[in-house]
C-alpha cells in the first residue's frame, strides 16, 4: 500500500499529491513542498499532526 498525501486536505490551494511508503516519507516531501512552494517556515508538530491525520492509503 502507498500512503498519499493531497496538499488540498491541508487547506491549500495546491493540486499537488505527496506519495510515500512510509509515514515518514510523506512527511518528509510534505515539508520540503510546504517550505519551497507555500513558504512554511517551519513544520511545527501541530503542522506534523495534520499532515498525519491528512494521510490515506492508496
Ligand atoms: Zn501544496
Known amino acids: ?19 510515500a ?5 510523506i512527511l518528509a516531501q510534505a515539508a520540503e513542498h510546504a517550505q ?3 513558504n512554511v517556515g517551519e513544520i511545527t508538530p501541530d503542522l506534523a499532526e495534520a499532515v ?4 490515506r492509503e492508496e
Open 1 to 19: 500500500m502507498t500512503k498519499v498525501l493531497h496538499c488540498r486536505d491541508l487547506g491549500f490551494e495546491c493540486e499537488a499529491v505527496v506519495r
Open 21 to 25: 511508503a512510509s509515514e515518514d516519507g
Open 52 to 55: 498525519r491525520e491528512a494521510i
Open 36 to 38: 519551497s512552494v507555500h
